[in-house]
C-alpha cells in the first residue's frame, strides 16, 4: 500500500494508506459494469442507489450500461464514527419498482445488514427481479446467508474511506480508496 497525505476541511493532515488507486477502482467499475451489462442484455433495469456511499459509484457505473436505465435513491443510516446503530431507511425518493427488473447498488457490503433490509423492504414492493452490486466486500465480515450478486473488488476487514465512503462525513471525494489507521480513527 501507498501511504499519501489528504487535507481535510481544516486543513489538518490526515495520514491514510491507499487500498486501491484510481486506475484499479476504474477498471473494477469497468468490469462490474461488463458482467450487468452481460446479465440484463437489452432488458430495461431500474437502478437503485443507497445513499450516500453508493453516489459516486452509481455515477460511475451507469455511464457503462448499455440498457435503457431508471435510475433512483433510498437513503439509509446506522454508523456513527465506526460503530453501528440503529438502521433508518427513508425509501421516498425510490422509483416504482412493480414488475421491473431492479438492480440495487451500494457501497459495501460488509455484515450485509444493511443491504438485507433494504432488499427486504425492496422484496415487498413486488420487482420481477432484484440483485444487488457493491463496490467492496470485505472478506469474513458477513451474518447474512447471501451474497451480493456483483461484487467488484474483496478487501481485508479494514475500515476504508474515499470513493464515496465516509468517515463521519469526511474523506468522500478521496479519488482512492484508502484504510485509516487506527490512530486516525476518532481525529476527523
Known sequence: M????????????????????ESQLNNGVE???????????????????VLTGSVVLMADLIRKL???LRVGV????????????????NSDMMLDITDRDVLLIDDIFDTG????????LMQRLGPTSLKSAV???????QKVDWMPEFVAFDIPDE?????????????????????LEPEDLGEA
Open 159 to 179: 475500515f476504508v474511506v474515499g470513493y464515496g465512503l465516509d468517515y463521519n462525513g469526511e474523506y468522500r471525494n478521496l479519488p482512492f480508496l484508502a484504510c
Open 31 to 49: 468490469k462490474l459494469a461488463q458482467s450487468i451489462n452481460e446479465t440484463y442484455g437489452d432488458r430495461p433495469l431500474t437502478i437503485v442507489g
Open 74 to 89: 433510498v437513503q439509509t443510516s446506522s454508523y456513527q464514527g465506526t460503530e453501528r446503530g440503529a438502521l433508518t431507511i
Open 2 to 21: 501507498v501511504r499519501r497525505r489528504c487535507y481535510t476541511k481544516l486543513e489538518k493532515k490526515v495520514p491514510v494508506k491507499t487500498l486501491l488507486d
Open 113 to 120: 445488514h444493511t443491504l438485507q433490509e433494504v432488499r427486504d
Open 135 to 141: 463496490l467492496l466486500c470485505k472478506t469474513g465480515c
Open 66 to 68: 448499455k440498457m435503457p
